[in-house]
């Protein structure tokens, strides 16, 4: 497996995101932690990673924590608890923490 | 950037080292504790959490913060007696921080020690899987 990216910058941090969206490719994953998760109700960022193919997931607490509810439109987006997120990193090979 | 071999046992279980560089009351340190937790929930081994930059506030031994934030400063403490694990600060960015001076050698709340970036680097070479928060 590829790389799991871990994002944890708001969608207004325009570099960390562009930088990050860079660095994938169609194998690897992102996980949406933190207040990267305000992400999932804005749907067009989401768009790219999409396009490339890559696999999303969100941490659900830091989701419930922020009032992003995971009942709305997701737009393929997985929900992982912490134990889940820690499956994450066994299946892929390398993590790398935006 | 951690990018590294990995060394899968045949069992299944990895070894991993984390790097905290959030101070205790940012979000990235709650996020390094829950995957904490979650990586021995799921039997894998938490070889040693090694806390840096910001992350060396975390052993600063009798913080008072208000009430929703106590939980935050002592369960690192409780953590590392339950389950084995190596709390390790760095010890130039602790000294610089004024939360440990070499000549004090017991200002360090329960759990904690100080050494070097070295055994950061051992760590990372040692285990299967190394993450930063913050």
Known sequence: MGVLHVLGQPPSSREAWRHCRQRMVARDALLLVADAVYAIDQGALLEPFQVKGVSLYALLPDMLARGVRPDEPSRRVGWVDFEEFVDLTVKYQRVLMW | ?134
């Open chain 2, 1 to 134: 950037m951690n990018e590294q071999e990995t060394n899968i046992e045949s069992d299944g279980f990895l070894k991993y080292t984390l790097q905290v560089n959030a101070s205790p009351c940012q979000g990235e340190a709650d996020l390094a504790f829950g995957f904490a937790s979650a990586v021995v929930a799921r039997g894998h081994e938490l070889s040693r959490v090694f806390f840096y930059r910001d992350g060396v506030y975390h052993a600063l031994k009798g913080a008072q913060p208000a009430d929703p934030q106590t939980a935050k400063i002592g369960r690192w403490s409780g953590f590392a007696q339950s389950h084995g694990v190596d709390l390790v600060v760095c010890s130039a960015a602790a000294q610089r921080r004024g939360v440990w001076t070499p000549e004090e050698d017991n200002g360090l709340a329960r759990g904690f020690r100080v050494a070097g970036l070295a055994l950061l680097v051992e760590s990372i070479m040692t285990t299967d899987r190394y993450l930063i928060f913050g």
